[in-house]
């Protein structure tokens, strides 16, 4: 059976979403978040979240991939940064980024 790619609205409803699902996730704790204020947030109708999450645990565990999608992609990231870096510098570079995650990468 063939399966057709997703339409670009699709994708961008499913995008709008999970935003703001991120940021309802975000302000307040799981059980205290609706999938209608989710649905309210990303300004899309209601069944669109049921159709692309199916409920509100579908969307929670979405969410959850995205974000730790991103943070290891980030890690990784800085990772391949680190090296040709001597043990000396990474610990610098990592003291740094935990006092201050917004600083920038180091340079071979």
Not at 11 to 20: G, M
Request: hydrophobic share 45%.
């Amino acid at each position: 059976v063939k399966r057709r790619r997703p339409q670009q609205r699709a994708l961008a409803t499913r995008d709008a979403i999970l935003k703001a699902a991120l940021v309802e996730f975000g302000d307040r704790d799981f059980a205290a978040v609706s999938t209608r204020s989710v649905a309210e947030r990303a300004k899309v109708q209601h069944p669109l979240l049921n159709y692309h999450f199916k409920n509100k645990e579908g969307l929670w565990r979405a969410v959850l991939e995205t974000t730790a999608g991103a943070f290891l992609s980030q890690i990784n990231k800085r990772l391949i940064a680190l090296q040709g870096i001597d043990d000396v510098q990474i610990v610098k570079f990592v003291r740094l980024h935990y006092e201050s995650p917004e600083a920038p990468e180091p340079r071979a």
